[in-house]
């Protein structure tokens, strides 16, 4: 039996004067995944987020998050979140430590010595031990930014939620917060935006993809990378290839062949429609043609980039 | 993370669900900033140095309870004008300066009803305000008008007087947090308020009838009550009906912040 999901969206829609900022989203999000939440600016991910979070009402649908509804148990949703905005603000005459404090007391009543302790640790944690009881006024981006990382966690979250987390980080600070995003998966979930495709690629499991309020993907990364086009291999060749070209492009599983000519070489861009026959063959066929020299021959990989632009793209062009 | 000592978690629901923390919060933003010493210094500076200028006016050529008349007149009115007019100024930017600055958002996305994150300023704001420009004030004005008038005033009349201006001014307080539910400038907010309060002066002449019923005759009541003055008939329907303004403004400020958006 699958595990049930701790995000559950249906047909979730939320309109501002009539413009839907958010269309009829249906999302799952299994326990213990990192989740990367895409899309170009002004896609609904704050705005998805947000309703989540009881911080904006739904215009229709429904959601829950462990099995919680979204509006009627938006406090029993809230003691189960981490929550770091996309420009976390606090009250700027309070302390790095007064902040954890105050957030760690929403969640838990005492005793005072074992909040304390908490708030300790969470600021070892994201390394805002010796600025602990500085004024948040005088915090940098990045030191605010560790902070609101530390709030989101003071709580032990099962599930924590992201908005934009690496934006205003230097590479430094983006590398920390993937590490502290690996590590909370043991315990919890990770729900979160960003434009930053590389890190999605490095630590996510799967992906949604949103644009103009709509989900136009949600897969597992492997799936997703591996692309929707059906399998690609990529050949660099060097010679006259003309020939073999119409020979291949003859074969009954090649389905397209994409040639581009860069520097001494041509590239190919080669689709099948049985992966296993060309893993065997394709190469061989190519080879047969003794003019020919193969540089490289490989399955090709989608970067997340790529998969991404096509899809955005291919949804703009649709709409 | 595992803690080694066991944390209690909470579990309550309902209105007052973070309601501890966030009083705490309030509260450390007037006691544990340079705010209440401001306010304390203001207040001193506003209430009592204009008593003492008035003191040392009336007191070479009146007889003391004719002084001690003239200044509780002076504290209660006009120190009590200046009093209402600082409440609205002091807590404009509590609800719409959270909405805006994002501080609002942030809290909210903690297990905190929205009723305890609004009802919390209204109980921590209206406490540091009636202490820092009420109490303070009247311990020191107690001693000038021994001082000026060489007698006390009656303690229990007075006591009520001040309790009728502490209601006059929490009404104002509810009146402008409600407004900052609704506006989103300062200038919205303190001007619905202190526009409110100024109407007052005029209103209450055109409409007699219905002058009693309205928060505005509380304030020249209180003035009356504090100098044993004879009270018009019906002076607890003023106390009842600016205690029920007081409670609407707070219900319809927790009903529209219920319908706010972060």
């Known amino acids: 039996m699958a595990p049930e999901p701790v995000i559950h969206t249906e047909k979730l829609t939320k309109s501002y004067k009539g413009v839907d900022a958010l269309k009829a989203l249906d999302l799952n999000v299994v326990p213990n995944s990192i989740f990367g939440f895409l899309g170009p600016n002004g896609a609904g991910k704050t705005t998805t987020i947000k309703l989540l979070l009881g911080l904006v009402r739904p215009t229709s649908g429904s959601a829950t998050v462990f099995g919680h509804d979204i509006v009627g148990d938006t406090i029993d949703v809230r003691r189960r979140i981490g929550y770091l905005a996309q420009d976390p603000r606090y009250y700027e005459h309070m302390s790095a430590r007064e902040t954890l404090r105050f957030t760690a007391r929403f969640f838990f009543k005492g005793p005072r010595n074992a909040i304390e302790s908490r708030v300790e640790e969470t600021l070892e944690i994201v390394g805002l031990a010796d600025k602990a009881d500085r004024p948040i006024k005088g915090f940098s981006g990045g030191e605010r930014q560790r902070l609101g990382i530390g709030q989101a966690q003071v709580n032990s979250p099962d599930l924590l939620i992201l908005d934009e987390p690496a934006a205003s980080l230097d590479p430094m600070g983006r590398r920390d917060v993937l590490a502290i995003m690996e590590r909370l998966r043991e315990h919890s979930t990770v729900f979160y935006s960003t434009h930053i495709l590389e890190d999605v690629q490095r630590v996510s499991d799967t992906v949604a993809i949103l644009n103009h309020g709509e989900l136009i993907a949600q897969a597992p990364i492997e799936e997703l990378l591996a692309g929707s086009g059906g399998v690609v291999f990529s050949l660099e060749i060097r010679g006259d290839g003309s020939a073999t070209y119409d020979r291949v492009l003859n074969l009954p599983w090649v389905s397209e062949i994409r040639s581009t000519v860069n520097g001494s070489g041509t590239s190919w861009q080669v689709s099948v429609s049985d992966q296993q026959v060309a893993e065997r063959e394709l190469l061989r066929y190519v080879l047969a043609d003794e003019s020919l020299t193969v540089t490289s021959f490989c399955r090709k990989q989608y970067q997340l980039e790529e998969v991404f632009m096509d899809l955005v793209e291919g949804n703009n062009d649709g709409s | ?262």
């Not at chain 2, 001193?44 to 050529?61: A, P, T, W, Y």
């Open chain 2, 1 to 262: 993370m595992a803690a080694s000592v066991p944390l209690e978690v909470h579990t309550g629901t309902g209105w007052f669900v973070g309601f501890g923390n966030m009083v705490y919060k309030e509260w450390g933003s007037w006691w544990r900033t340079r705010r209440s010493l401001t306010h304390l210094i203001l207040w001193l500076f506003v209430i009592n140095g204009l008593m003492f200028l008035v003191g040392v006016d009336e007191r070479g050529s009146n007889p003391p309870i004719d002084v001690l008349e003239e200044l509780i007149e002076v504290f209660i009115r006009a120190g009590g004008l200046f009093a209402t007019i600082g409440v609205v100024v002091a807590t404009q930017s509590a609800v719409f300066g959270e909405k805006q600055l994002g501080t609002a958002g942030w809290v909210l996305s903690k297990p905190v009803s929205r009723p305890a994150f609004l009802l919390s300023k209204f109980l921590v704001n209206g406490f540091s305000f009636v202490f820092l420009a009420v109490v303070v004030p009247t311990v020191v004005f107690y001693l000038q008008v021994i001082h000026h008038a060489l007698i006390q005033p009656e303690f229990v009349s007075f006591t009520l007087g001040l309790l009728l201006h502490i209601e006059h001014l929490l009404f104002y307080l509810a009146l402008t947090l409600m407004a900052g539910t609704f506006f989103n400038g300062r200038g919205a907010v303190s001007g619905a308020a202190i526009g409110f309060l100024f109407a007052g002066l005029i209103l209450p002449n055109a409409l007699p009838s219905l002058a009693p019923l309205l928060p505005w005759v509380l304030h020249p009541l209180a003035s009356g009550v504090a100098l044993q003055q004879e009270l018009p008939d019906r002076v607890w329907l003023s106390v009842v009906m600016t205690l029920f303004w007081t409670l609407l403004c707070l219900l319809v400020a927790l009903w529209r912040f219920e319908r706010e958006e972060f």
